[in-house]
């Protein structure tokens, strides 16, 4: 199972054709086993409430989380 938090680098739906985004590739390569709760436009801060939603049943050795956050802290110095 995968778990992807951050950033448009993860949730880059809106800037790519369909299909062919982050989560579009992985869902395709992992069986529809990957879940993203990354969020474009998002903060190092706005990982905290991303947390919230992966469920406990996902806290376990076979869960990989990919992780993608800065970027637009940097943009917005």
Do not use: R
């Given at each position: ?11 880059n ?32 801060v ?29 943009l917005?110095?």
């Amino acid at each position: 199972m995968y778990v992807l938090l951050g950033d448009s680098i993860i949730k880059n739906n809106s800037y790519v054709k369909n299909g062919k985004a982050v989560e579009d590739i992985l869902n395709e390569k992992t069986n529809k086993n990957t879940y993203c709760y990354a969020k474009d436009e998002s903060t190092i801060v706005d990982i905290y409430s991303q947390l919230d939603y992966i469920p406990s049943e996902f806290n376990k050795s076979s869960t990989a989380i990919f992780l993608s956050v800065g970027g637009n802290d940097i943009l917005n110095i």
